[in-house]
């Protein structure tokens, strides 16, 4: 993955949501933005992935504002709205005539939850439901996903948001828990998904849950 001029204003988005987020003190925002924007300009951009620079960079906020985890009441809204949709998930694959790709549309859904990819919004989380499961998805793919899964032994599932990790139980579900081993982040990072998120949803009550002993949001 690489870093392109266009990721450096998305930096600096994050940066002052995060900053704002963490603090309600103009003066503390302010400095952590100077901080950044300080770092950002000695950070060798051509070596780094963008995972590994937004890690950077939401790192400085925390430390300049004390804040560990500017976003854990939006992760734990997102958390509780997408539990009170969990029902409507498990019916809406119940009905289906291809469970394994309505259980595969809702994970896409459920991805749509990600303030490090897009700015901080209400994000109309039914609306998101609705639309996965019209968009138009390669079979063929699908069929040699299902393939794939049946097949395998062990499967590394990699996990990503908070909220969104609901999302995931149905084609966790789908795939056998059995032989699936769940990944969360070590440590808080935006709103990505700790092993304090997978006990929050009842995860670690479906699947095997570790954490991939890193705060960077993505798997480096």
């Not at 609705?130 to 590394?156: F, G, P, W, Y």
């Amino acid at each position: 993955m690489k870093i392109y001029l266009d990721c450096i204003p998305c930096f600096l988005r994050q940066a002052l949501e995060a900053a704002r987020l963490a603090t309600n003190e103009r003066a503390v925002q302010e400095e952590a933005m100077r901080v950044v924007l300080a770092k950002l300009a000695e950070f060798p951009l051509n070596e780094s992935s963008p995972p590994e620079v937004g890690w950077k960079v939401h790192r400085l906020v925390r430390e300049v504002t004390g804040n560990k985890d500017p976003y854990a009441s939006l992760k734990h809204s997102f958390n509780q709205q997408a539990l009170a949709l969990y029902p409507k998930l498990i019916a809406l694959i119940k009905d289906s005539d291809e469970p394994f790709e309505t259980a595969i549309r809702l994970s896409l859904a459920g991805n749509m939850i990600d303030f490090g990819a897009q700015p901080i919004k209400d994000i109309d989380l039914e609306e998101e439901i609705n639309i996965a499961l019209k968009i138009h998805l390669d079979r063929e793919t699908i069929s040699r996903l299902k393939n794939a899964v049946e097949k395998a032994k062990k499967i590394l599932f990699l996990g990503d948001n908070a909220g969104e990790i609901v999302f995931d139980k149905p084609l966790i579900e789908q795939i056998g828990p059995e032989k699936v081993t769940y990944v969360v982040k070590r440590k808080p990072i935006i709103n990505d998904a700790t092993l304090e998120d997978a006990k929050a949803v009842g995860l670690i009550d479906l699947v095997n849950v570790i954490d991939n002993g890193s705060e960077v949001p993505g798997t480096v």
